[in-house]
């Protein structure tokens, strides 16, 4: 039970903060503030435990599917709102910056409502045996603290890269992280039979499963499906595409972003 406590909540927790500390690596590159990550953090978590109270309810919706479309939706917003930092991110006005930093918010938000709800979903299944409490709660924690970890690495990580490929490296994340969302997004959609799944492309679970850590973190950075349908392919490549094509739209108008400083 530890184990698999940790496996399934670190899977939630990697998404949320890779989509936190690429968005703040942003932020700090621009020399923007932060600060309005608590915030956005808080409302998500807040918004999780209402999903979570709700999801009998929100089950009954559209033919008894209604947790999947719901986090189909979810997910598309987390793809709109990068879609839309996307297009923000060309150096602009300060009504500009202010609707980045909306957009980023509700990013951050959305991910955690997300994840969060998962989490949650999973432990109050259990949390009535009191013999599994201590497991939850231990593997919880060290899911955390991995996830947390994780994050902080990658957001270091991406400020150590040197100005020249930073710029790259950035739109790249970001288009990859889009293409994720919109692949998990058609993948409720398939499993509520709102679209057709397609053939399986390949089986790539005996070389790396999606269950074990490097599959978590594959899964969290750039969406890795073991067996990936052929409309999941599609979404993921064609987010990805879109995605690219407009931040690098964005950041050829004016000053690059990505290339100034604001490192102290």
Known sequence: MLLSTLIVVLQEILEAALIISLLLVICRL?????????????????????????????????????????????????????????????????????????????????AVVREGFEILLYQSGLMASPEL???????????????????????????????????????????????NMLSQAALMLIQSDWLPGGAILWDSSALLPEDSLAGQLFYALVGYEATPSLTQAIAYFGGFTLLAGLAVAATRRGDNPFTQDHRP
């Open 30 to 110: 621009r020399g923007a503030s932060g600060r309005w990550v608590w915030p956005a953090a808080i409302a998500g978590a807040v918004g999780a435990a209402l999903y979570a109270s709700l999801i009998e309810e929100v089950s009954l919706l559209f033919d008894y599917t209604g947790q999947e479309i719901t986090n189909a939706a979810l997910q598309l917003g987390i793809y709109l709102c990068l879609a839309a930092s996307a297009l923000l991110m060309g150096c602009g006005t300060e009504r500009r910056e202010r609707l980045l930093r909306l957009t980023m918010t509700l990013a951050v938000s959305l």
């Open 133 to 179: 409490v201590t497991p939850l709660l231990v593997g919880a924690t060290l899911a955390t603290g991995i996830g947390a970890s994780i994050g902080a690495l990658f957001y270091y990580g991406l400020l150590s890269v040197p100005a020249a490929p930073r710029r790259t490296l950035t739109l790249g994340l970001i288009a990859l992280f889009g293409g």
